[in-house]
């Protein structure tokens, strides 16, 4: 029984033994991969944090570029409305007819006392260095004249369709009269602007050269200037 015993205890020391070193050595084992999954799970929180910083000041980045972009647009939209609107001002106020008889009344009583022409390259309607020479002789002549208007035709040569080539004589025409407008400061109402397109041809279309003459302005200026007893100047201009 003793010997019995004594095995007993053996056994149970070793077990003992055996369990503590098992526990040391899943404890070995096991700490370290705690403490990598802990370090894991706090770089993995980490980055979580700086993946939302960063997407919080992408979108209020993106909210600020919006926010500058539509009041960009806003502005834009608001300034091409009043470009829009002035230019729509500007040609209101300049007489448009098919014809000036339309327009002015007892027309026959109204004499030339000035003119000129100006022509332009093929598709353009914007005045030339030389061109502005030209109108600039005219200008004078305004302001000596009284009760006069000036008729100013556009025409061109024969490419291309009738309605565009209207559209093309109104531009040239447009380009004098801002031009003589703004230099010498004639008011709108003088103006009679007319665009023919190529109904009227002062030159063979069936040349460079009479294209080119084709491709024209023509200004006229125009007095029913009469002396009263009072030295008034009569003006007999029907404007619309």
């Avoid at 000035?114 to 353009?124: E, L, N, R, W």
């Avoid at 200008?139 to 024969?158: M, R």
């Avoid at 063979?204 to 029913?224: E, P």
Wanted: charged residues 20%.
């Amino acid at each position: 029984m003793s010997h019995i015993s004594a095995c007993a205890v053996g056994g149970l020391a070793l077990l003992l033994t055996t369990g503590c070193s098992t526990k040391n050595y899943v404890k070995s084992q096991t700490g370290p991969l705690i403490q990598n999954t802990n370090e894991l799970d706090d770089q993995t929180a980490k980055n979580n944090r700086n993946l939302q910083d960063l997407s919080d000041r992408t979108n209020t980045g993106i909210n600020k570029a919006q926010s500058s972009a539509d009041a960009a647009h806003q502005n834009a939209q608001q300034a091409s409305a009043a470009s829009t609107a002035a230019q729509q001002s500007a040609q209101e106020a300049v007489n448009r007819a098919d014809s000036l008889a339309s327009v002015v009344s007892n027309l026959d009583t109204y004499k030339q006392i000035a003119t000129t022409s100006v022509t332009f390259g093929f598709d353009k309607s914007v005045l030339t260095k030389k061109d502005k020479a030209d109108l600039d002789q005219l200008g004078p002549q305004l302001g000596q004249a009284k009760g006069y208007i000036l008729e100013v035709t556009g025409g061109t040569d024969s490419v291309g369709s009738a309605e565009y080539n209207y559209e093309l004589s109104q531009r040239r025409a447009e380009a004098v009269v801002q031009y003589l407008a703004s230099k010498f400061n004639v008011p709108a109402h003088k103006f009679y602007l007319i665009g023919i397109g190529k109904d009227k041809e002062v030159a063979s279309n069936k040349t460079a050269a009479g294209r080119a003459q084709n491709r024209r302005v023509d200004i006229q200026v125009l007095s029913n200037a009469q002396q009263g007893g009072n030295g008034t100047t009569v003006s007999q201009v029907q404007s619309r």
